[in-house]
């Protein structure tokens, strides 16, 4: 028997139509959206554009605001690098960001400090929310811009962006947002007229990998802000050349229609799951991180205490696959930057691990997960 997978923050498993979508523009209708000049080129051309409408309906954006990508990484990039030329023309050399931003928005914001912007870094409260006056205190007419998460990837916690926004009201700064882990599970957030740019991915809502967007809202930043990373036949506005996957570009929009029609479905399976693992885990003294009030359903990161993460990732192997952090980080086994900016330390650190579910997900015994971790703890493993 498989263990129950609880890493759908990493990834998830894709919806079966989303499957038979994909496979049809692989295997029956492989024409290039480029070439309507052909039954085949114009059938791809129609399901690329009914995928942005489907994409843009989700956030009430206009379908030509919607530029496809190869994932959240590739549309963090766009709109952080993409603004650099703009940042040197206009003088404004300085951009904000949370403290716990995912490695996708650190790593471009890091390479634009070392072309000689200056980026801030705004500290969060103990349950993993930005701290919203800290934004007010430093933001300065030269920002650029201000990148604040949707939905923190590790603790499940959704970011204040309404009171970011309303920071931002007579700011000209961008107002850029990672969507990668709320886009189509927390459905309100994201259409605050506010954002200007929102990077999302498919394979996080039961959609392929390789594919996601890049959410640009025209009021203000078409058609010149943005300076395109590649060059190439001018696909996507300019902004991303390349041929584009239908097949994938196919499946995101699927997902993306699924995601409007099962919300209701989806949310009460989450709770349910949730239900059932938090009575469990209280069980063993775990401590919950992040503020419960503010977390999706499908998302839970705690430390057991006793026990270190990469001890519970080994006894419970079999059972559950779940995580220590991100996925993008988990190999390296430093402590979580996220959980350390919300003020957890020592052995608490050490212990953290998160657990991701989905509508999907099957049943667990935690009765047998309990039992293991509890001989953990008992020294008794
Ligand atoms: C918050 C966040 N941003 C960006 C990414 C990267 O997304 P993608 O795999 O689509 O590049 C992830 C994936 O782990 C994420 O959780």
Redesign the pocket.
């Known amino acids: 028997m498989l263990p129950t997978y609880l890493d759908c ?3 998830t498993p894709m919806e079966p139509d989303v499957v038979r979508e994909v496979q049809r523009f692989m295997v029956d209708e492989y024409g290039n959206a480029a070439s309507p000049v052909h039954m085949y080129g114009t059938v791809a051309r129609m399901v690329v554009e009914k995928a942005r409408r489907d994409v843009a309906a989700v956030v009430e954006a206009d379908p030509d605001e919607v530029i496809f990508t ?7 990039n766009l709109s952080l690098l993409g603004l650099a030329e703009e940042g040197r023309r206009s003088g404004r050399m300085h951009l904000i960001c949370s403290a716990i ?5 650190l790593e471009p914001l890091q390479h634009l400090e070392s072309l000689g912007f200056e980026v801030t870094k705004l500290p969060v409260d103990r349950g993993g929310s930005v701290n919203v006056e800290a934004l007010a205190d430093s933001i300065r007419p030269q920002t650029l811009c201000v990148s604040v ?1 949707h ?3 590790e603790t499940g916690v959704v970011q204040p962006l309404n009171l970011v926004a309303e920071v931002l009201s007579a700011h000209p700064a961008w107002f850029h947002v ?1 969507a ?2 709320g886009f189509c599970k927390e459905l309100d957030m994201l259409k605050l007229k506010r954002i200007d740019f929102m ?1 999302v ?4 809502v039961y959609g392929p ?1 390789g594919i ?1 967007a890049l959410i640009m809202r025209k009021r203000r930043s078409l058609p010149n802000s943005l300076s395109p990373l590649f060059r190439g036949g001018g696909q996507e506005q300019g902004l991303r050349p390349g041929t584009l996957p239908v097949p994938l570009i196919a499946g995101l929009g699927m997902a993306a229609r699924l995601a409007l029609r099962d919300q209701v479905k989806r949310k009460a399976s989450c709770m349910a799951f949730r239900e059932n693992a938090v009575e469990a885990l209280e069980s063993l003294g775990a401590l919950i991180h992040g503020d419960q009030r503010r977390v999706l359903p499908h998302t839970i990161n705690i430390s057991i205490p006793g026990v270190e993460a990469h001890q519970s990732l080994n006894a419970l192997k079999n059972i559950i696959a779940f995580s220590n952090g ?3 980080t988990a190999h390296t086994q430093e402590p979580s930057h996220v959980l350390q900016a919300m003020g957890v330390q020592g052995d608490r650190l050490h212990e953290a691990i998160r657990l991701s579910w989905c509508h999907m997900t099957e049943n667990v015994d935690w009765d047998r997960v309990c039992d293991i971790v509890k001989k953990l703890q008992g020294g008794a493993l």
């Open positions: 923050n990493a990834t190869s994932g959240a990484t590739e549309s963090n931003e995912h490695k996708a928005v998460m939905v923190n990837n990672d990668a882990q990077s991915s498919a394979h996080k990998k996601g991100s996925a993008c």
